[in-house]
């Protein structure tokens, strides 16, 4: 089976520009992110995906494989499909690895990996809530699934809704995924439903035309960067490290 990790690497962000070239620890966030995929071992390929010809130079001057892409891709589902479309590499599983998350644990790689089955399909992650904060939280995506572990829904909102007070498990989304290439052609054509619409959570669209999404459960977390202040959390993550 053959595995790709690609990193889409979007210059331009709206509350904090040009992020994925800013330092940590002297080197570019976007170089933190690929490197973990590539140092865990876990895929044949790892392919930065840039929008920006000082990204492509900088990705350059760090040794690391990377493509050009159009400024048009909105997300990293949209750039991968684009790279493919104009000739980047297909495989079996096509692992999304975010350019703004530096700390992605190698055991979240392995689960993503660990996943079975063929035609369009969709691997992600989630992990156990364990506070109240993380629970009434709108950033923190819940999700529920069924018998065989695919997704039913995610939500910004408390799911399910414990109306008799009976207790149980919540989980938090992990936004990592994997696809298969058959995944990847269908989200092509498919435009945003009215769900992904009102949550703004783009895992709504496959879901609602029927593309399976396995969610494996984790016991880490991603630390996305979108601001100042979450450059400096993860720095002082790492310095722990």
Same mark, same amino acid.
């Given at each position: &089976?053959?595995?790709?990790? *690609? ?22 966030? /976007? ?11 876990l895929f044949d390929e ?6 920006d010809e000082r990204t ?41 690895? %975010? ?8 055991? /979240? ?5 660990? =996943?079975? =089955? ?22 923190? !995506?819940? !999700? ?8 039913? *829904?995610?939500?910004?909102? $408390? ?15 992990? =936004?990592?995924?994997? *696809? ?7 989200? %092509? ?10 949550? &703004?959570?783009? %895992?709504?669209?496959?879901? *609602?035309?029927?593309?399976?999404? %396995?969610? &494996?459960?984790?016991?880490?977390? $991603?630390? =996305? !960067?979108?601001?100042?202040e979450d450059l400096k959390? !993860?720095?002082? /993550?790492?310095?722990?490290?």
């Open positions: &089976m053959k595995t790709i990790a *690609y990193v889409p690497a979007r210059l331009q962000s709206t509350r904090f520009p040009e992020k994925i070239l800013k330092p940590l620890f002297g080197k570019p966030l /976007m170089v933190w992110s690929y490197e973990n995929a590539a140092e865990s071992n790892v392919i930065l995906l840039a929008d492509v130079e900088l990705a350059r001057s760090y040794h690391l494989n990377v493509l050009l892409t159009s400024k048009k891709p909105q997300s990293g589902t949209q750039r991968i499909i684009e790279a493919i479309e104009n000739g980047a590499p297909r495989a079996d599983k096509i692992v999304n690895v %975010q350019a703004d998350e530096p700390i992605i644990h190698r055991e /979240m790689f392995s689960s993503l990996l660990s =996943g079975s =089955g063929v035609g369009p399909r969709i691997w992600t992650l989630k992990k156990k809530i364990e506070t109240k904060e993380e629970l009434t939280e709108s950033n923190v !995506v819940k !999700v529920i699934t069924n018998v065989d572990g695919e997704a039913l *829904y995610f939500s910004r909102s $408390c799911i399910p809704f414990d109306r008799d007070n009976k207790g149980g498990d919540y989980y938090r989304h992990i =936004g990592l995924y994997a *696809y298969t290439f058959e995944a990847l052609e269908k989200l %092509q054509i498919l435009s945003p439903c009215s769900l992904e619409q009102r949550e &703004m959570l783009e %895992q709504l669209t496959p879901l *609602y035309y029927k593309i399976p999404i %396995q969610v &494996m459960e984790t016991n880490h977390v $991603c630390h =996305g !960067v979108d601001t100042p959390k !993860v720095e002082s /993550m790492l310095s722990l490290i």
